[in-house]
């Protein structure tokens, strides 16, 4: 008899789409290697006494919050809960597998389930981690050649958690009060909020609090191998196309009104157009205003493009793509020169080309964002929605209070119990042998002071 009463077999999970996931994989991977690149960008600007500590200051971060996402970051960043940060059921990713729906279920709003529909959560997640990693090494360009690697191991792992979470939470995550999952609808489609303005202010207090190398201004040398400049440019501008375009997080078409849409294909382009532009704006602002045109011009208006573009590049067209260029660059070049007037000490200028450029960057989203181009994004002022803009400014005031608020915080209690900068001697010295017990290149051919 219970052979003739046949059970209904259990519904079968829907499977992850394996292109998806394969280019999401990949994308996380390219975002990966932004931290190595940011290495050697910001690595040929310093002394050759400093090169290693300067590497490891974006190095370290990799094993730092490579091992705290998964403890908690991610949960905190992510996981249903306040509006201001996620809840702690993800902890040690605690029901974070390979389910691809549902997860997100029971919390508001209810329509959205899942962050990314056709690959598995811990895609998601790795993906995301590699955000987590670049975005506290961007700071370390502000504070480089003078602050100890205790502390400043110290200040990543606080900062990611404290500054980074929070605002990660309130732009991206479901029910986050600046977002688009039920928040005040913020357009920041790959970290213009939460990675560049974040990062840049934090810049900024970072390097008012420690105050300036004791070489500054009157002793300050010249960037000590350019070609590592321009080896880290190029290599953040190939892995910000998983920074941007794998923000789409799939490369399936779709439609939006009668409109034929690819969100991946759409921020791939607008990156590298945005990018060619505001390289091309900063060599023709040099030949102009300076006479020459320079290498590092080149490379750092590259990587103020790239900026601008980041919170707007699934949402606007080539051709608005270039204007962000042009302006982000524009803007960037006088925040440098201004930096300089006021003579705060932010070494590799973080603020000026990231937080500058980011805060552009958000601003022009809000005036150049289309549904022509995403239909889940919303029309900014030159479509008729100026409330868009007004939203964008609370989530930039919201970014600059938080980041600048929380870094002088951190700074201080790390400052109060280990210290924050290294000894006068060894900042002369070099930190690579005071703080590694080693040297990037043989002393016989060193810059150390005699």
Same mark, same amino acid.
């Given at each position: 008899?219970?052979?003739?009463?046949?059970?209904?077999?259990?519904?079968?999970?829907?499977?992850?789409?394996?292109?998806?996931?394969?280019?999401?994989?990949?994308?996380?991977?390219?975002?990966?290697?932004?931290?190595?690149?940011?290495?050697?960008?910001?690595?040929?600007?310093?002394?050759?006494?400093?090169?290693?500590?300067?590497?490891?200051?974006?190095?370290?971060?990799?094993?730092?919050?490579?091992?705290?996402?998964?403890?908690?970051?991610?949960?905190?960043?992510?996981?249903?809960?306040?509006?201001?940060?996620?809840?702690?059921?993800?902890?040690?990713?605690?029901?974070?597998?390979?389910?691809?729906?549902?997860?997100?279920?029971?919390?508001?709003?209810?329509?959205?389930? /899942?962050?990314?529909? #056709?690959?598995?959560?811990?895609?998601?997640?790795?993906?995301?981690?590699?955000?987590?990693?670049?975005?506290?090494?961007?700071?370390?360009?502000?504070?480089?050649?003078?602050?100890?690697?205790?502390?400043? /191991?110290?200040?990543?792992?606080?900062?990611?958690?404290?500054?980074?979470?929070?605002?990660?939470?309130?732009?991206?995550? =479901?029910?986050?009060?600046?977002?688009?999952?039920?928040?005040?609808?913020?357009?920041?489609?790959?970290?213009?909020?939460?990675?560049?303005?974040? /990062?840049?202010?934090?810049?900024?207090?970072?390097?008012?609090?420690?105050?300036?190398?004791?070489?500054?201004?009157?002793? !300050?040398?010249?960037?000590?191998?350019?070609?590592?400049?321009?080896?880290?440019?190029?290599?953040?501008?190939?892995?910000?196309?998983?920074?941007?375009?794998? /923000?789409?997080?799939?490369?399936?078409?779709?439609?939006?009104? &009668?409109?034929?849409?690819?969100?991946?294909?759409?921020?791939?382009?607008?990156?590298?157009?945005?990018?060619?532009?505001?390289?091309?704006?900063?060599?023709?602002? @040099?030949?102009?205003?300076?006479?020459?045109?320079?290498?590092?011009?080149?490379?750092?208006?590259?990587?103020?493009?790239?900026?601008?573009?980041?919170?707007?590049?699934?949402?606007? #067209?080539?051709?608005?793509?270039?204007?962000?260029?042009?302006?982000?660059?524009?803007?960037?070049?006088?925040?440098?020169?201004? =930096?300089? =007037?006021? *003579?705060?000490?932010?070494?590799?200028? #973080?603020?000026?080309?990231?937080?500058?450029?980011? #805060?552009?960057?958000?601003?022009?989203?809000?005036?150049?964002?289309?549904?022509?181009?995403?239909?889940?994004?919303?029309?900014?002022?030159?479509?008729? &929605?100026?409330?868009?803009?007004?939203?964008?400014?609370?989530?930039?005031?919201?970014?600059?209070?938080?980041?600048?608020?929380?870094?002088?915080?951190?700074?201080?209690?790390?400052?109060?119990?280990?210290?924050?900068?290294?000894? @006068? *001697?060894? *900042? !002369?010295?070099?930190?690579?042998? &005071?703080?590694?017990? *080693?040297?990037?290149?043989?002393?016989?051919?060193?810059?150390?002071?005699?």
């Amino acid at each position: 008899m219970g052979n003739a009463f046949a059970q209904t077999p259990a519904a079968t999970p829907p499977a992850a789409d394996t292109g998806d996931t394969a280019f999401m994989l990949i994308s996380a991977a390219l975002v990966l290697l932004m931290t190595p690149g940011l290495a050697f960008f910001y690595g040929g600007f310093v002394r050759s006494r400093n090169i290693l500590n300067t590497l490891m200051m974006s190095f370290v971060l990799m094993a730092i919050v490579g091992v705290t996402w998964i403890l908690w970051g991610y949960s905190l960043a992510f996981a249903p809960g306040l509006p201001f940060i996620g809840g702690l059921q993800w902890l040690g990713l605690n029901g974070v597998g390979l389910e691809i729906t549902d997860y997100l279920k029971g919390s508001n709003p209810a329509e959205v389930v /899942s962050y990314a529909g #056709t690959i598995p959560h811990q895609a998601f997640m790795i993906y995301q981690a590699m955000f987590a990693i670049i975005t506290p090494a961007l700071i370390s360009g502000a504070i480089v050649e003078r602050m100890s690697f205790r502390a400043y /191991s110290l200040f990543v792992l606080l900062w990611s958690t404290f500054v980074y979470a929070p605002l990660a939470h309130m732009v991206w995550a =479901k029910g986050g009060f600046l977002g688009l999952y039920g928040g005040l609808g913020a357009l920041d489609f790959a970290g213009g909020t939460v990675v560049h303005i974040s /990062s840049g202010v934090s810049a900024l207090v970072a390097a008012i609090v420690l105050g300036p190398r004791k070489t500054h201004p009157d002793r !300050l040398s010249p960037p000590h191998n350019v070609p590592f400049i321009l080896l880290g440019a190029a290599l953040l501008w190939f892995g910000w196309f998983g920074f941007n375009a794998g /923000s789409a997080l799939s490369v399936a078409s779709g439609t939006s009104g &009668n409109v034929v849409t690819n969100l991946a294909t759409t921020a791939f382009v607008a990156t590298n157009t945005a990018a060619a532009a505001a390289a091309l704006m900063w060599l023709i602002l @040099e030949a102009v205003l300076r006479g020459k045109p320079t290498a590092v011009g080149a490379a750092t208006g590259a990587v103020a493009g790239l900026v601008g573009i980041t919170p707007a590049a699934g949402f606007v #067209t080539p051709l608005s793509a270039i204007l962000v260029g042009f302006v982000t660059a524009l803007v960037c070049f006088y925040a440098v020169s201004f =930096k300089h =007037k006021l *003579e705060i000490d932010d070494a590799l200028d #973080t603020y000026p080309v990231h937080g500058v450029g980011g #805060t552009v960057g958000a601003i022009l989203t809000a005036i150049f964002a289309t549904t022509q181009v995403n239909g889940g994004g919303k029309d900014g002022v030159l479509r008729g &929605n100026f409330g868009e803009l007004g939203v964008e400014l609370v989530a930039i005031a919201v970014a600059y209070a938080i980041a600048g608020v929380g870094t002088w915080i951190i700074l201080k209690v790390i400052d109060a119990t280990v210290g924050l900068r290294v000894k @006068e *001697e060894a *900042e !002369l010295q070099g930190l690579d042998i &005071n703080e590694h017990g *080693e040297e990037g290149y043989n002393s016989e051919f060193g810059d150390r002071p005699t």
